[in-house]
Structures are given as C-alpha cells and as structure tokens.
C-alpha cells in the first residue's frame, strides 16, 4: 500500500470506523483515539496490507483495540465517575432512541458488537466473520440472540412507558 491509496483509506473508512466505534464505546474522545490507533497501525502495516483488504483490516484492528480497552478499564474505576443518572430514573420520560440504547447497554459485548456491525453499518456475515474473528455460524447466532434479547427487552411495557 502506498501513500495515496493509504490516504484514500482514510478519507473512505474513517468516519465509518468513528462511528461504530462511538456507537459501542459512548465516548467521542475516546473513539478518536482509537480510530487514530487503527490507522497508525495500518500505517505501520503498510507494506504488508493489501489495499482491497485495508477495510476489513482497519475494522478488525479498531475492534480489538477498543476490546483491550475496555477490559483494561473494566479493571480500574474511580468513583467520581459514577453519574447519579447511573442509578436513577425518570418513568416518564420514553425517547426511544434512548431506550433502544439502553437495551444495546444489556447486550454482552460480542452480541453488541456483531448486531451493530450487521444493523447499524450493513456489513455482511461474511465482512463481520472478518473483522470479529468469528466463525459465519456463530456470528449468526450471536446476531439472532442479540435481536431475541432486544426484543424482549423493547416489548416491556415499563420499558415503554
């Protein structure tokens, strides 16, 4: 890969990495320093990436690397970070793209991940195999329990109320 066609990557996959990074972690500050990791890593990389293959490999990079972040500060907490609305709430209150992000929060972190790479950015179970390291068959599972638990959770009237 040379300059142009690493620059080309940038100027194509950045936003799109952004997003499904911030979509999993809430954190624009933090999805930025990922998705810089990403690319320096490709650039690094550069001569060993092939071209066609730099989106599947910046996605599983930026993947793993928000994984391994968040498992290292699942380790440390501080307790000025806990937010009162952390155990509070307003039963009154029902936007539903809050509460959609409320149950995504429920999902273990490879169902969140796999639903969001297939519902929200539109990859296929082939490109999201690719970019998880998981098999087709278990992508499709883990996607089918996610929607199951999803569903579950949205149909609850004092979820809805």
Known sequence: MNVSEYNDCVRTYSDNLFRFIVKNIRDEDWARDIVQDSFEKLWKKADEVDPEKAKSYLFTTGYRTMIDQIRRNKK?????????M???????????????????ERLPETQKTVVMLRDYEGYSYKEIEEITGL?????????????????NY???MDVVI
Request: charged share 30%.
């Open 86 to 104: 952390d155990y509070s709430t307003d039963s009154h209150y029902s936007d539903l793209s809050e509460i959609l992000n409320q149950a995504l």
């Open 135 to 151: 098999g087709e068959a278990q992508v499709k599972v883990y996607i089918y329990r996610a929607r199951i638990t999803l569903k």
């Open 76 to 84: 440390k907490g501080d307790f000025d970070d806990v937010s009162e």
């Open 154 to 156: 949205l149909v609850r």
